[in-house]
């Protein structure tokens, strides 16, 4: 099953939608920047990355990988097999030999067999009693999710609430900014048609 995260929107709920030729533009400022940077190369801030040190076998198997052949050895499987009972030609060393090895492989086997055993009589028990408790744990964090998103909505609404009481004062604080702006270029306007107005007598005495 996906795991799906819910965003919240988090952008103040009183101001105005961006036209979309404004979004293109500044899209195309950001690629353009992106462009000039060099995307390929670390940053001179970045700390300088360690090289990799690997043991002999596993620089060995990275290469293997690397170059696409096949696996040649793994797990030892003759170990697990019935060794092989020695010819009457044989000495008394090797049917030694065979007899260790014939020791060796009755008792992992009977080790097996009981670890079997226990396997078949409380493995149910304990697979039912990891599921319980896997089961409790997944209610729980069920819960620690619902209280958080809880959370969340509860400071989202209060948020949505105080952007909401403050719009009027806002907006009317922006247009006054808008006015004021506006009487600014005026007076700036008329600034400099006045110093051209004092300037041109000037001109006309000059020879």
């Keep these: ?64 990988v690397e170059s696409g052949e096949p696996r040649e050895s793994g797990i030892d499987m003759s170990r697990y097999e019935e060794p092989d009972e020695p010819s009457t030609d044989d000495d008394a060393a090797t049917w030694r030999k065979a007899l260790r090895s014939a020791y060796a492989s009755n008792t992992y086997l ?4 009981i670890n079997l055993g226990l396997l078949e009589e409380w493995g149910k028990n304990a697979w039912l009693l990891g599921n319980s408790q896997l089961e409790q744990i997944l ?15 509860s400071v989202n609404r209060e948020r949505k609430l105080a952007q909401e009481g403050s719009k009027g004062e806002i907006l009317a604080l922006e247009e006054t900014w808008k006015q004021g702006i506006g009487r600014l270029i005026e007076v700036q306007l008329a600034t400099d048609q006045l110093r051209q107005e004092i300037r041109q007598p000037k001109r006309v005495v000059e020879p």
């Excluded at 819910?6 to 992106?34: F, G, H």
């Excluded at 009977?110 to 067999?113: A, D, I, L, Q």
């Excluded at 209610?139 to 909505?153: F, N």
């Design 139 to 153: 209610k729980s964090l069920d819960h620690e999710l619902a209280r958080l998103k809880e959370e969340v909505d």
């Design 110 to 113: 009977g080790s097996r067999h």
């Design 1 to 64: 099953m996906p795991l799906i995260l819910e965003s919240y929107d988090s952008l103040p709920y009183i101001d105005s939608e961006i036209p979309q030729d404004a979004r293109n533009k500044a899209t195309a400022l950001v690629e353009n920047e992106l462009r000039a940077t060099n995307t390929r190369e670390p940053h001179a801030a970045l700390p300088t990355q360690r090289d990799a040190t690997f043991s002999d076998l596993m620089a060995q198997e990275l290469y293997r």
